[in-house]
T-cell receptor, first 114, second 113 residues
């Protein structure tokens, strides 16, 4: 399967713990996006990388959230000191730069903070 | 502030009928308007997309109608099938903001056999 891969699919954690999610984009895609989706809502943009550079961050992304994309390949999203309000589906998408910008999404990581 | 407004929130259609979902936007810099389909437990999958230089795009049973002056676009699903039952999201994007997608709130479609 050459689609966007996310790991883990599900994560249950206790409030205050740190969690890290991984995203492997489609191999030739240089752009990578993180979105958060809560029940009954559309995905909300969190951050965006072009190659290894993090070019944009949403105001939704508090200082407890950090994302990296070393070497411009896979990306990690870390949430420190998780809160119950962090419970959501975290989606990763990738695309090629240029006009068109079709974003392909992974299946997401569902986070439950108890 | 919702950049893209979507309606209805839910829709029930009989098999063979036409499903219509509407979206509206304000930002005239948006230049790409995709529709995504999402099944429970899965990520969104691109269904069809349009640019503002055309008023309609058709792919199989799916058609996007685009009204640039009204800043509205809609998805029409012809001959709706039970397998089309899913949540549909419209979205919009502009290169001015790194091509992040602004999604609507989604429409839950149920097609009754």
């Amino acid at each position: 399967d050459t689609g966007v891969s996310q790991d883990p699919r599900h994560k249950i954690t206790k409030r205050g713990q740190n969690v890290t999610f991984r995203c492997d984009p489609i191999s030739e895609h240089n752009r990578l996006y993180w979105y958060r989706q809560t029940l009954g809502q559309g995905p909300e943009f969190l951050t965006y990388f072009q190659n290894e550079a993090q070019l944009e961050k949403s105001r939704l992304l508090s200082d407890r959230f950090s994302a990296e994309r070393p070497k411009g390949s896979f990306s990690t999203l870390e949430i420190q000191r998780t809160e119950q309000g962090d419970s959501a589906m975290y989606l990763c998408a990738s695309s090629k730069s240029g006009r068109g910008n079709i974003q392909y999404f992974g299946a997401g990581t569902r986070l439950s903070v108890l | 502030q919702q950049q893209v407004k979507q309606s209805p929130q839910s829709l029930i259609v009989q098999k063979g009928g036409i499903s219509i979902i509407n979206c509206a936007y304000e930002n005239t810099a948006f230049d790409y308007f995709p529709w995504y389909q999402q099944f429970p437990g899965k990520g969104p999958a691109l269904l069809i997309a349009i640019r503002p230089d055309v008023s309609e795009k058709k792919e199989g049973r799916f058609t996007i109608s685009f009204n640039k002056s009204a800043k509205q676009f809609s998805l029409h699903i012809m001959d709706s099938q039970p397998g089309d039952s899913a949540t549909y999201f419209c979205a919009a994007t502009t290169p001015n903001t790194g091509n992040q997608f602004y999604f609507g709130t989604g429409t839950s479609l149920t097609v009754i056999p």
